[in-house]
């Protein structure tokens, strides 16, 4: 069958049903649903266009949002797309992962060259960024004067179905400095892994606002500063909460907090988006260790099949693993004087394109 891509700005009630009858018959991840793209909508007030794919009938094959912004570079602004995104750096914030088109299960291939075909028309960019794409993503074959991977970065897992193996001994997967590290954690703070609790819709306000405490100070470029991003974990906790999407979890012992996590539910995977942990009692406490420990037996003993730390180079998250996977980062060029001259540049001063 025929199919068809276009570019419109389609009022909120009509995106919200078409994006949604869609997510039914694909296997998108959970960047790519509903729940996500809803909430980072309403929070940040961004207004990419619609990409749409569609066959004869007018039925959707596939959709995408698609930003356009005047991207600082280092010879002057260039027009960019953006997948998924907005171009603006500030409502990029909630860092898309496993990005792509949402299509309709067994059509990907008519689908994608399409998407390619009426982006490639296009008249009014001239760099397209794709962000947190597998490193296989069709997209890559867009017809351009450059492509340009600006970073990748490891997804590290843990293997549930290795956890059940073991009985549950999720330690025994891990390296023995890692194990001793938990272990003497788990003295410090009094034996064994901390409870486990489960929030409710009444829970995010204080649990998100423990969180936003808990970060605050903590890194130079925070997210939890931000009240915007505020507003998305909120938004995306009280939309995915009720549909078993998401999930607030909080860890305690005997002597209070140690930590709390928002995950993310999908296709038989837990998926940890955002932490947050209290400081350690001892010199050398691992508040975080213990929770992700602690949120491996939860997830292993709902027969899930992988715990992901999603993407970051992180070392606690290597630590943790035992297995991973890999997104990558790339931008794809049109010719343009300007980004010649500045691929020049950047030969001569051997810099890469991520700096």
């Known amino acids: 069958m025929t199919v068809s891509a276009t570019f419109s700005q389609p009022d909120r009630a009509t995106l919200a049903q078409r994006w949604q009858a869609l997510e039914a018959r694909s296997d998108g991840s959970v960047f790519l649903g509903w ?25 959707d094959v596939a959709l995408a949002l698609v930003g356009h912004a005047m991207e600082p570079r280092r010879l002057g602004p260039v027009a960019t797309l953006s997948l998924n995104q907005s171009g603006d750096p500030q409502a990029d914030r909630p860092y898309v992962e496993y990005n792509g088109l949402l299509v309709e299960k067994g059509r990907e291939a008519e689908a994608t060259a399409a998407a390619l075909a009426a982006l490639t028309r296009r008249r009014d960019w001239r ?7 597998a490193p296989d993503s069709p997209l890559l074959a867009l017809p351009a004067r450059r492509r340009t991977r600006v970073d990748h970065s490891p997804v590290y897992q843990v ?9 549950g001994d999720y330690l025994s997967l891990l390296s023995s400095n890692t194990r001793s ?3 003497r954690a788990m003295k410090d703070h009094g034996g064994p892994l901390p ?8 829970d995010i306000g204080p ?3 423990a969180m936003a405490a808990l970060n605050g100070g903590r890194h130079a470029d925070n997210a939890w500063d931000d009240a915007s991003f505020r507003n998305f974990v909120g938004a995306i906790a009280a939309r995915g909460l009720p549909t078993g999407a998401v999930e607030l979890l909080r860890f ?3 002597g209070g907090v140690v930590g709390l996590l928002v995950n993310f539910v999908h296709r038989g995977a837990a998926m940890n988006y955002q932490s947050a942990f209290a400081s350690p009692r001892t010199a050398k406490d691992k508040p975080g260790l213990l929770c992700h420990a602690a949120a491996v037996g939860h997830y292993a003993a709902r027969d899930l099949s992988r715990y992901s730390l999603l993407a970051g180079k992180d070392r606690y998250k290597q630590s943790l693993a035992t297995c991973e996977e890999t997104l ?13 001259a500045e691929s020049l540049l950047r030969r001569l001063l051997r810099r890469p394109a991520s700096a």
Do not use: M
Request: charged content about 25%.
């Open 207 to 209: 649990w998100l606002e």
């Open 159 to 167: 293997d549930l179905d290795a956890v059940r193996v073991a009985d």
């Open 181 to 183: 590290q938990i272990r």
């Open 127 to 133: 760099a397209l960024r794709l962000s947190g794409i």
């Open 252 to 254: 305690t012992d005997a």
């Open 328 to 340: 990558e980062w790339w931008v794809l060029e049109r010719f343009s004087p300007r980004l010649e």
């Open 35 to 59: 729940t996500w793209v809803s909430a980072w909508l309403d929070s940040y007030g961004v207004r990419p266009d619609l990409l749409a794919v569609t066959d004869a009938s007018g039925a």
């Open 195 to 202: 409870d486990v609790s489960i929030g409710t819709l009444d």
